[in-house]
Structures are given as structure tokens and as C-alpha cells.
């Protein structure tokens, strides 16, 4: 869950190490089915797979029929542009980030946005790199919606709508086979690798001091700037577990080909949501929809399943749900 705006890098597993990565800022992801480029600066074609070396390969959105009574509600001025626009920070594996190009938005996010394009009958969804706190104010003018991993709180409730489609917590993940014997309801004692700055940092802290206020040995908590890092750490048996968002787990599982697995049950559950301008209700409510027959037909899972991600979804499109 985005707590705090940070890189959860799954880089050095996937194509791109962010030293190889050029800054994305304002280049648009033309990531239109067919893979056509309509610019200098937009996404490459298929035949320059940006997902190449990570050996994921996207749901093919293109097969999801369009949805006449929902592409009726689409706003007259997206209908004239056919496109869906979304702003997206991409740097948060494996919801958005950026393929081996070190450019071209990947993510099942990005897939989900392409996805919904389809079922609204809009001939492409595209994915914009922006900086995180900038996505929301610009919701309604640069973008028609905002779909880069937001947890949706009673904060962000206020400013603005949301459709929930994903439930993200945190994981613990171990070496396959568990030969430290962590214990997920006891981690008191162990080593734990967490990445720098996010959630997962200030909770094991406070799960530490918790230990010790017990009389129980503190956990010795191990940030590091990259999560790809920690990951190798506890392969190779120098931490015991790593704790990160579940959906980040669920990916690092499927990359590290079964080096590693998820122990425990997620922890701290949020649903996360498609933002949408509360000024454009007739957007919301087509997306609440097109959202909707994706989960009923099964292809929201589909579009998760690639990443890891398809255990995380939600069954309803609720708007504005009711949270904490």
C-alpha cells in the first residue's frame, strides 16, 4: 500500500536496474493492443517487447469484447478523443513500472487500464508517468483517471471518487521451504529485510518494540533501499524473512521462480481503487460498470494472474467503499 510515496524496485529481477532506467516524466505510454506507436515518444511495439527478460507475458486485453450499454455512458468528450487516460507513478512493481526499455509503462495496472478502454469501447488506454502527489490534482484535466496502486482512504475519499477492484496488505516471504523457521504470529528474534521508507519499515519497528515491552528478543529489522535486494538476502539465508505489500510478495514469489514463498496470511488488508474526478460522475459510474462486468467475466483475474496478483482481487466495483 502506497503510505509512502518510495520505488519498491523489483528491478534487478525484472529487465531494468534504475541506474539503466531514463526518467519517464511526461512520456506517454501509447499501450494500444496492437502495440502501434503514435509518436516519437510513445511505447514501443510488440516486437520490442519492453517485458521481455522478466518472462511475464500480459493477459491479452484486446479479446475483451466492448460492452454497448456501458460504452453508452461514456462522456461525450472521451468518446471524441477514444482514449482512457491515466496517470500513473511507475515505479511501483508489479502494479506499474517500466519494461526493459526503461521508458514503456508494464504493470497489471496498466494492463487493467487498457482492459477497461476495451470494455467502454475506446480504441486505447493509455498510462502517463507522474510523480506521485501530482496524479489526483490533475484528474479531470490531464487524466481521466488515476490508477497507480492508490490505497483508498477516508482522506482521499474526500477529494475524490473511487472504484475499488484490488485488496493490498502485507506478506511475509521466506526461503522456499522455510529453513529459518520464522513463525509469521511470532517473528520476535528474527532477522527481517523490509525496504526503506515504506509501511512495512514503521511496522516492523513497531513490531519490535512490541517483542521487547513483551521480554521477548527485539526483531532485528533490516531496511534496505531496494526491495529486489532484501529479497536476495533472504535466498541466500542472511535474513530470515522479508515483509512487503502482499501484491509485491506475490510477484517476487513468481520472479524468483519458487526461491522464495509467501508464509502467513496477508496482514493489514486495504482495497485499492481507480481514481476518478468527483466533478465527472458519468465517468465514475462507467467505470464502476465496466469494472464490474471485468470481475463478473473473469477477466479481471486473467489481467491480475500474469503478476501474481489474481488471489487480490475484489468480486464487487464499489464506489466510495466504506473504509478506515
Known sequence: MRKFTVVTAIAALTACGLAACSDPDDVPADQSNAGASSGAQSATSSADNPMASTGITPFDTSQIPVQDDIAALVPQEIKDRDVLRNGASTDYAPAEFRGDDGQTPVGYEVDLVRGLAQVLGLSEGTTTHAEFPTII????????????????????????????????????????????????????????GVQNGTFQHEYANELSAKCEADGKPAIQVMPMDLQTDVATKVV?????????????????????????????????????????????????????????????????????????????????????????
Open 137 to 192: 490534482p490533475a484528474l479531470g484535466t490531464k487524466f481521466d483517471i488515476g490508477m497507480s496502486a492508490f490505497t483508498i482512504t477516508p482522506e482521499r475519499e474526500k477529494e475524490t471518487n473511487f472504484v475499488q477492484f484490488i485488496e493490498v496488505g502485507s506478506a511475509y516471504a521466506v526461503s522456499t521451504g522455510n529453513p529459518k523457521n520464522f513463525d509469521p504470529a511470532d517473528p520476535c528474534g528474527a532477522t527481517l
Open 236 to 324: 541466500g539465508g542472511q535474513y530470515d524473512a522479508t515483509l512487503a505489500d502482499s501484491t509485491v510478495i506475490s510477484y517476487t514469489v513468481k520472479l524468483t521462480q519458487g526461491q522464495l514463498e509467501q508464509v502467513g496470511d496477508v496482514i493489514e488488508a486495504a482495497p485499492q481503487g481507480v481514481a476518478v474526478s468527483t466533478s465527472d460522475q458519468a465517468l465514475t459510474d462507467a467505470l464502476a460498470k465496466a469494472m464490474q462486468y471485468l470481475m463478473d467475466s473473469g477477466y479481471l483475474e486473467k489481467i491480475l494472474a500474469p503478476y501474481g496478483a489474481d488471489s487480490s482481487a475484489l468480486d464487487t466495483a464499489t464506489v466510495n467503499p466504506p473504509v478506515e
